[in-house]
């Protein structure tokens, strides 16, 4: 198949996924009276409804037809109803399909400045961390490793928020309600898939996915696509208890899609009590609240050699103070000598806050 074919396909492939959720009646079609075989519209009902030949539209729709106009991508995304990301992604999709230079084809990258990592340590108690483009964990501080228990465990190259959302029992029963927090996370990878749709590391995901989770293959197949900036959250976590958390999502210039994603809580409330004892200097117990069976022992996080009056009586001398932002590639073990001397030569230790445990 020729390259600008193969290009094409994704551009195909949205416009058929987003044909199959226009219903007849919702743009003023009849249903008729006969079987439909396929769900949504027909390609010729689209084709009338943006005004192309029947034939034009088939070419396009098969990847024979890399170059549509702009004219003509408006008046598709009219008629798919396409608003905001959906009709952005339309555009970049036809870019891509076009050959013509895209910002978004610059692959990710895997180091996080410096200066980044301390940002995760300046914000605390808040939880943050760093992803990048696929959503796969790169750093983070302290709060924020502890919001997903059992992520670290993980080898680096499987720290992925979306993996950890469908395959780790603590991710599927973390997020409430789960179903609609998993969606975004799905239209996310759609969104930023269609600019290298063959990158190694997401089409490694996505088969990964599809293969072990009916669910994610149901909503990867809607062809949903939004890109975050914020929202809220809430979540059941095993530790803390219940909480619901806004957060604002933060591109890094010049770093390949990494993102920074900083979670808070209003003040005064039970759900700031819940993130303080995130970032307490103690290990965290299983919450009352929470069903014990959803916490298995290698997803417990293991306790911290210090307490509010210093080293644990026994701690080995070789556990010295270690910096809490884990940057990608650190190990538990190894993470003091991670990012930028590990943190505290600059910043200087952090008063211990008090526990709220």
């Not at 192309?52 to 009219?78: F, K, Q, W």
């Not at 995901?205 to 669910?215: A, I, N, R, T, W």
Request: charge should be positive; include cysteine.
């Amino acid at each position: 198949m020729a390259a600008a074919e193969t290009r094409g396909t994704e551009l195909g492939r949205y416009l058929k996924a987003r044909r199959a959720q226009i219903r007849p009646e919702d743009v003023g079609l009849s249903a008729g009276g006969s079987l439909r075989r396929t769900p949504g519209l027909r390609r010729e009902e689209l084709a009338v409804l943006a005004g192309v030949s029947v034939d034009y539209y088939i070419r396009l729709e098969r990847g024979r037809e890399t170059n549509p106009s702009p004219a003509v991508l408006d008046a598709l995304g009219r008629a798919l109803r396409l608003r905001d990301d959906g009709y952005e992604r339309l555009h970049e999709l036809a870019e891509l399909a076009s050959g013509r230079p895209s910002d978004l084809l610059s692959g990710p990258q895997d180091a996080v400045r410096e200066s980044v990592l301390r940002m995760l340590e300046s914000v605390r108690p808040l939880p943050a961390y760093v992803v990048n483009r696929y959503n796969r964990m790169l750093a983070a501080n302290r709060p924020g490793r502890r919001l997903m228990p059992g992520l670290w465990d993980w080898p680096e190259d499987q720290r992925n928020v979306t993996r950890y959302m469908f395959l780790h029992p603590v991710g599927r029963a973390l997020y409430e309600p789960w179903e609609d927090t998993a969606a975004l996370s799905v239209a996310h990878l759609r969104a930023v898939a269609g600019a290298d749709p063959d990158h190694t590391e997401l089409t490694a995901l996505v088969g990964e996915l599809v293969v072990k989770s009916p669910e994610f293959a149901r909503i990867w197949e809607r062809y949903d696509v939004c890109e975050r900036g914020g929202g809220q959250k809430s979540f059941r976590h095993p530790q803390v208890g219940p909480m619901t958390l806004t957060y604002e999502v933060m591109g890094l210039a010049r770093t390949g899609g990494q993102r920074m994603v900083v979670y808070q809580a209003s003040p005064g409330t039970a759900d700031e009590k819940a993130v303080l004892r995130l970032d307490s200097t103690g290990g965290l117990s299983p919450h009352r609240a929470v069903p014990l069976h959803l916490l298995h022992e290698h997803d417990r996080e293991r306790e911290s050699p210090y307490t509010q009056d210093g080293p644990r009586p026994g701690t080995p001398p070789h556990r010295g103070r270690r910096a809490e932002v884990r940057p990608h590639g650190a190990s538990e073990a190894g993470s003091d000598r991670q990012g930028p001397q590990a943190l505290e030569s600059t910043l200087g230790r952090r008063p211990d806050r008090q526990s709220l445990n």
